[in-house]
């Protein structure tokens, strides 16, 4: 069986390409793909610990191993490849399950008391808002232009104006 290899996610490679061009600059230039990598191989090995709290049913997706094996019981053929459509179902099949059980984790609460609020809250946060992820993308810019310019202060302070 192969193993199945999760890159970072786009704003963490974001992050980590921004530190390694600061870095590289550091060194006149040097190192960069090494920065990168040592980057990526620190944020895989944290993994093995996830903070539960910050799961997000979006988040969830099967291991393609574990979906290979659904699909041989399924069908009862171990010679069927799981295909792309396979993994969408899967994962959202994974999804539903998982707000399930957050659904009744949340009747389980209030009946005994529990904060339903907090627990939904912690349980499934807020993916950023729009503004927040402009900001976001409008940093990553400034940074790459070496500096805020005044143009790009305009654009953040009309950004910060605006409501979530």
């Not at 993994?47 to 291991?63: E, F, G, V, Y």
């Amino acid at each position: 069986m192969t193993t199945l290899i999760t890159p970072p996610p786009p704003h963490l490679l974001k992050k980590f390409s921004t530190e390694a061009r600061d870095e590289s600059n550091k060194r006149n230039g040097a190192g960069y793909l090494k920065t990168f990598a040592r980057l990526c191989i620190e944020w895989a090995n944290s993994k093995s610990t996830p903070n539960l709290s910050q799961i997000r049913s979006s988040d969830i997706t099967p291991p393609l191993e574990l979906v290979q094996q659904w699909i041989d019981q399924i069908y009862g053929n171990p010679k069927i490849i799981v295909a792309s459509d396979d993994l969408c179902l899967a994962k959202l099949a994974a999804q539903w399950g998982a707000d399930q059980e957050l659904e009744a984790c949340l009747m389980y609460a209030g009946d005994n008391g529990l904060s339903i609020t907090r627990m939904r809250a912690a349980r499934r946060p807020k993916p950023p808002s729009l503004k927040e992820e402009a900001l976001q993308a409008l940093a990553e810019l400034a940074a790459e232009c070496y500096g805020n310019t005044d143009q790009s202060d305009t654009i953040r302070r009309a950004l910060e104006k605006l409501d979530d």
